[in-house]
C-alpha cells in the first residue's frame, strides 16, 4: 500500500509540471448565475471552471446564517455540484468556495444569489433612522453655536479687546456645551449606524464602539478637545489666556474638517473649510462680547468696536470667499443650486450673509460714528441684535446642510455632504488617493454604495475601472466580485443585494488608475440588521 | 522517516520552489546589477480561456537599453520616455518605457516568450514588471498588483525582480 502510494506521489511530481494550463482555474459558469434571482429555489449549485479543480471548501450562507448541505459536493473533473435542502427560504444566498488548480494555487472565489422576493428590511425603521438624523442635526446645531460663541468669543478676546468678566462665564459655559454635544454626537452617529430602535441604544457601550468606525469620531474627539481648551482658557487671566483660547479655536476648526466632503479632498477643501468655521466664528462670537461692552461702557468702547472693524471687513471677504469656494467644490454645476437640497440650502446661508453684510454696513457707516452721541450706543446695540438672531438662522441652516444628504429627498445626484445617519460613510486613502465609501443605508438588504475618489490634491480622479471584492470573515463569506459604475468623474456607483447580512464587511476596493498602475484599499463597513 | 513522507517532502518543496507558472511572468527574478542580460517574458495561458491577442509590458525606471526581439505575426512598437515617439536606431537614444507585441493569436493551450535585451540599473532593488494581456472579446488581464514582499500573493502579481549587486 505504502508502495503504491509512493508511486502514485512520484508519478504525481513527474506529471505535475506537464498537466494543465498553468492557469489558476476560473470559474466559467455557474448555476444559478451570479447575480440571479430567481422564483424559487433552486434544487443544487452547479460550478464550472475552466480545468479540473479540486474542490477544498464550499459554504452556503443563507438569510439565516450558514446552510447546510443535502449532501458532500460531487466534484467531476471542471465541475463540481452540491445538492441543496429542499424549500430554501426566500432570501438572498452566497456561495463561496476555495479549490486547488492543477498549478496548486490554491483559489477562492464566490456568488450571490436571491431567491424569491426579499422583504425590505431596510423600509421599516424609517421613522427611527429620521430620529437619528435630527438628533444629529440637533447636536450639530449645538456644536456650531459652542463653536461660534465660545471660540469666536475667544477670538475676540485675543483679537479684539477682553470681554467683561460677567460675560466671560457665559462664554465658558457655551463652550462646554459644544464639547458636550460634541461628544454626544459620536453616540448618535453609533445609534444611526445600528439603526438602533430608540435613543436607549444610547446607553449600550456598542453604539459608542460602533462609531469609532466612522470619520465622524477622529473629528468629534478633535472639536471637543478643542472647545475644552477654549472653556479652560477663560480661567486664565491676561494674554496667556487669550492665546491660549485662540489655540482652542484653531484646533476645533482643524476638528471640523476631518470628516466630510472636505475630508476626501486633501489640502485645498480642508483649508478651505477651516478658514470658512474660524472667520465666521470671529464674526459671530463678537456679537455677544460688542453688546457686552456697550452696555457697560456706552460710548467708551468706541475704541474696541473699531478694532473689531478693521478685522471684520477682510475676514468677512475670506468668510465669503471660502463659503463661495467649498459650494464650487461641492457642488457638480450650477443648475445644483436650485435642484439640490444642499445647492437651496447653500442659496438660503448666502441669503442670510448678505443680509448680515447689510446689517454690519448699517453699523460701520451710520452708527458707529454716532457712538459719541446719546442714543448712539442703544441704536447700535439693537442693530447687533438683529444681526445676532440672522447669525443664529444661520448656523441653523448650517447645522442642516453639512448632514443633508440624498436621504433628505429633494437631492438628485452630484455631491453632498455625508450623513451621520441613516447611511455609513467610512474613508481611508491608499496609495496616494483617498476614498469615502457612503452605504445607503448601510442595513442588511439592498444597498446603494457610492465611492468617491480622490487624488492627494483633491481633484477626481476618473479611474477606467474599479471594482469592490466583498467579504463577510464572521459568516463565511468571500470573494464576491463587482463592477462600480462610473457616474460622475472620481464618482463610482453600485446598487445590489451583495450586503443581505449585518456585520462588519470587508470591502477591498481595486481601482484601475492607468493601464500599468492599480491600487487596492480594504474598506471595513459595519452593515445593521 | 518513510518513503511516503520523503516524498511528500519533495513533493512540498518542488511546488514551493517552483515560480508562480500560473501567471505571466520573467525567466529571472534575480538580476546582477548593471549588466546586459537576455529576458524572456514568459505567457503560460490567455485570459479565462480567451486567445492572446497583445502583450505590453512597462520597462521599471532604472532599466536602460531595452531592445525588444521582433515575433513573427506581431507588430513591435516601444515607447519612449519623451511621450509616444517610437525609439528608433541605436539603444543610445530616449529610454524605452514600454514594449508592445500586437496583432497576434495565441491559443490558450500553446505557450509563447517575448524576448527582451536590456541593461540592468547601476544600483541594487527591487523593481516591478507590470504587464497587460489583452486577449480575444476584448477580455484583458493585468498583472499590475505590486504586493509587498511577504504579502500573501494577488490574483494578478507584477513580476517582481530582485536586481543584486554585481560579482
Known sequence: ?529 | MTTTARLALALGCALAAAPALAHVTLDQSSMPADSYLRVALRVPHGCEGAATTGIRVQIPDGFRNVKPMPVAGWTLTTVTADDAKPAEGHGASAPVKEVSWQGGSLPDNFYQEFILRLQTPKEPGEFFFPVVQDCEGGKVSRWIERAASGAPEPRYPAYRVRVVPKN
Open chain 1, 1 to 529: 500500500m505504502r508502495r503504491l502510494r509512493s508511486l502514485l506521489l512520484l508519478l504525481g511530481l513527474l506529471l505535475a509540471p506537464l498537466s494543465g494550463a498553468w492557469a489558476h482555474a476560473q470559474l466559467v459558469e455557474s448555476a444559478p448565475a451570479d447575480g440571479a434571482r430567481l422564483d424559487a429555489a433552486p434544487p443544487a449549485l452547479r460550478l464550472s471552471f475552466d480545468e479540473a479543480v479540486t474542490l477544498l471548501e464550499l459554504r452556503l450562507t443563507g438569510p439565516a446564517g450558514a446552510v447546510a448541505l443535502a449532501g458532500p459536493p460531487e466534484s467531476r473533473g471542471a465541475d463540481i455540484r452540491a445538492t441543496l435542502p429542499r424549500d430554501l427560504p426566500p432570501g438572498t444566498y452566497f456561495a463561496s468556495f476555495r479549490i486547488i488548480s492543477a498549478d496548486g494555487h490554491p483559489v477562492g472565489g464566490g456568488l450571490v444569489f436571491g431567491v424569491g422576493t426579499v422583504p425590505d428590511r431596510a423600509a421599516a425603521p424609517v421613522t427611527m433612522a429620521a430620529g437619528w438624523t435630527l438628533a444629529a442635526e440637533a447636536l450639530r446645531f449645538l456644536l456650531y453655536l459652542g463653536f461660534a460663541i465660545g471660540a469666536g468669543g475667544a477670538l475676540f478676546r485675543a483679537l479684539v479687546a477682553e470681554p467683561p468678566p460677567g460675560l466671560a462665564h457665559g462664554l465658558a459655559a457655551t463652550a462646554w456645551l459644544g464639547t458636550l454635544a460634541t461628544l454626544a454626537s459620536i453616540g448618535v452617529q453609533g445609534g444611526g449606524m445600528l439603526g438602533a430602535p430608540s435613543f436607549l441604544a444610547l446607553l449600550e457601550g456598542a453604539t459608542w464602539a460602533t462609531a469609532t468606525r466612522s470619520t465622524v469620531f477622529a473629528r468629534a474627539l478633535v472639536v471637543a478637545a478643542g472647545l475644552a481648551v477654549v472653556a479652560l482658557s477663560w480661567r486664565a487671566r491676561g494674554r496667556g489666556g487669550a492665546w491660549a483660547g485662540a489655540a482652542g479655536a484653531l484646533l476645533a476648526a482643524l476638528g471640523l474638517s476631518l470628516s466630510g466632503h472636505a475630508a476626501i479632498g486633501g489640502g485645498l477643501p480642508r483649508g478651505l473649510l477651516v478658514a470658512h468655521a474660524l472667520t465666521a466664528g470671529f464674526w459671530l462670537g463678537a456679537f455677544l462680547p460688542l453688546l457686552a461692552l456697550l452696555r457697560q461702557q456706552g460710548g467708551g468702547a468706541a475704541g474696541a468696536v473699531r478694532r473689531f472693524a478693521a478685522i471684520a471687513m477682510p475676514a468677512v471677504a475670506l468668510l465669503l470667499g471660502t463659503g463661495a469656494g467649498q459650494a464650487a467644490l461641492h457642488l457638480p454645476d450650477v443648475p445644483a443650486l436650485w435642484t439640490t437640497l444642499y445647492g437651496r440650502l447653500v442659496l438660503a446661508k448666502a441669503a442670510g450673509a448678505v443680509l448680515l453684510m447689510i446689517l454690519a454696513a448699517w453699523n460701520h457707516w451710520r452708527l458707529t460714528p454716532r457712538l459719541g452721541r446719546d442714543n448712539g450706543p442703544h441704536a447700535l446695540r439693537r442693530s447687533i441684535h438683529a444681526e445676532g438672531l440672522v447669525g443664529l438662522a444661520v448656523l441653523g441652516v448650517t447645522a442642516v446642510l453639512s448632514m443633508s444628504s440624498p436621504h433628505a429627498g429633494a437631492h438628485q445626484h452630484g455631491h453632498h455632504h455625508h450623513a451621520a445617519a441613516p447611511g455609513v460613510a467610512v474613508a481611508t486613502e491608499a496609495g496616494g488617493l483617498s476614498l469615502l465609501l457612503e452605504a445607503d443605508p448601510a442595513r442588511a438588504g439592498t444597498n446603494r454604495l457610492v465611492l468617491h475618489l480622490a487624488r492627494g490634491d483633491g481633484t477626481p480622479l476618473a479611474a477606467p475601472e474599479v471594482w469592490l471584492e466583498f467579504s463577510l470573515d464572521e459568516a463565511g463569506i468571500s470573494g464576491i466580485r463587482r463592477r462600480m459604475a462610473a457616474q460622475d468623474p472620481g464618482r463610482f456607483v453600485l446598487e445590489g443585494p451583495e450586503l443581505a447580512l449585518p456585520g462588519r464587511w470587508t470591502l477591498r476596493a481595486e481601482i484601475l488608475v492607468n493601464d500599468f498602475e492599480q491600487v487596492t484599499a480594504p474598506l471595513t463597513l459595519p452593515v445593521a440588521p
